[in-house]
């Protein structure tokens, strides 16, 4: 009996050996290739408990989440001949373990095809748009190009592109200054187009009110004119009636109003009694 219980011991060490050899797990943000003798099963291992072959066939174990990957930053040209210095990441995951391994092995081989690619297609999309379009207008539109194209590559090494972003595109130190000294001055002429323009909008709105006013003025005289020679006939026809109905009193009137003006300001004057001036009073 004592003799029997080391060889079980050994049995049992070499059943656990053997089992831990067989069975292999795969977590859930993982995906795994079997290799049987360094050539890899045509068969995909999920995440759960899977069993292989002890001592002959290897696990090989792949990310299945969304991987970053981050550019150096690197130039490119525009269609306006503009160097600009390109900034952008992508994200990326494996689609196909089996086509992955066959093709670029690890994640760094990966990304040092994902760069090349995306890099290439940057560019080119960059070189068809001017560097305003690429920092406004076209800068969405280049991006989802590239993710599609650049995704419809990488297919080839059993990758899919998620999505290709620019984060940021800047000049070289060496243009900053030069392409900042040529927006001022494009800016100041455009100011000095807009002054001269303003200035001969309000010429040509004084001139417009000018004119108006002096129409209005015009009319204004005329009607005065016209509203005083009416005043005065009408003055002159009351004169003429009063002076039919009553002579002798618009005689008398008249003197009084001569003498009122011969008296004003305390005016001193000489005359003999015998004066026209007092005929009415006398």
Not at 51 to 56: N, T
Not at 155 to 168: C, L, P
Not at 176 to 196: G, L, N, P, T, V
Request: charged share 30%; hydrophobic share 40%.
């Amino acid at each position: 009996m004592n003799n029997k219980l080391p060889t079980l011991l050994i049995f049992l060490i070499i059943v656990l050996g053997i089992g831990s050899q067989a069975l292999f797990i795969v977590h859930q943000t993982e995906q795994a290739i079997i290799l049987q003798l360094g050539e890899p099963k045509n068969e995909v291992y999920k995440a759960g408990l899977h069993l292989k072959v002890p001592f002959i066939d290897s696990v090989v174990r792949f990310d299945a989440r969304i991987l970053d990957y981050d550019a150096k930053p690197a130039e490119a040209l525009t269609s306006d001949l503009k160097t600009i210095v390109l900034d952008n990441y992508a994200r990326w995951h494996i689609i196909n373990p089996l086509q992955f391994y066959r093709t670029v092995r690890t994640i760094p081989n990966a990304q040092t095809r994902l760069d090349a690619v995306i890099y290439s297609q940057m560019r080119a999309h960059i070189g068809r748009c001017t560097l305003t379009e690429v920092v406004a207008s076209e800068r969405t539109n280049i991006m989802d190009s590239v993710t599609e194209q650049a995704s419809r590559q990488m297919k080839e090494f059993g990758i899919e592109v998620v999505d290709a972003r620019i984060k940021r595109t800047d000049l070289p130190p060496e243009n900053q200054r030069a392409i900042y000294d040529r927006m001022r001055a494009e800016r100041e002429r455009q100011a000095r187009q807009y002054r001269s323009e303003g200035t001969e909008e309000a010429t040509k709105v004084r001139s417009t009110a000018d004119r108006e006013r002096a129409i209005i003025l015009a009319e204004a005289k005329k009607k005065a004119q016209i509203l005083q020679g009416e005043g005065d006939a009408a003055a002159a026809k009351i004169f003429a009636d009063a002076y039919g109905k009553s002579p002798e009193f618009f005689e008398f009137q008249r003197s009084l109003e001569a003498m009122k003006t011969s008296f004003e300001n305390n005016t001193k004057i000489v005359v003999t009694p015998d004066n026209p001036l007092f005929k009415s009073i006398k």
